[in-house]
């Protein structure tokens, strides 16, 4: 998927995530910390499928031209989570949904 993605956009994609802040805030939501690894990873798949898309739209080419020259060939990717009170977590067979939680 990365290796297509930088053959679309022409830049290297970094992505790291950092697995001891992710447990560390998703840890309780996610009994099977597999579960955790996999959801991440369609996180990733998802990211660079959009992102595959809109750089090969001619409508957006604006646009991926600006992120090209801001990036200088290299695009670094960051998860960022939290858990919020009053919102339930479940995990279906192939993702995570958030649902208003009923007290």
Known sequence: MLKKLREVIGADTVIEPEWQLLLAELGTVYEDKARLVIDVANCVISWANSLMLLAEDDSYSEW?????ERVNGRIKVYFEVRVEPGRCYRQPANHMSIADHES
Do not use: D, G, M, T
Request: charged letters at 40%; proline letters at 0%.
């Open 64 to 68: 991926a031209e600006e992120l090209l």
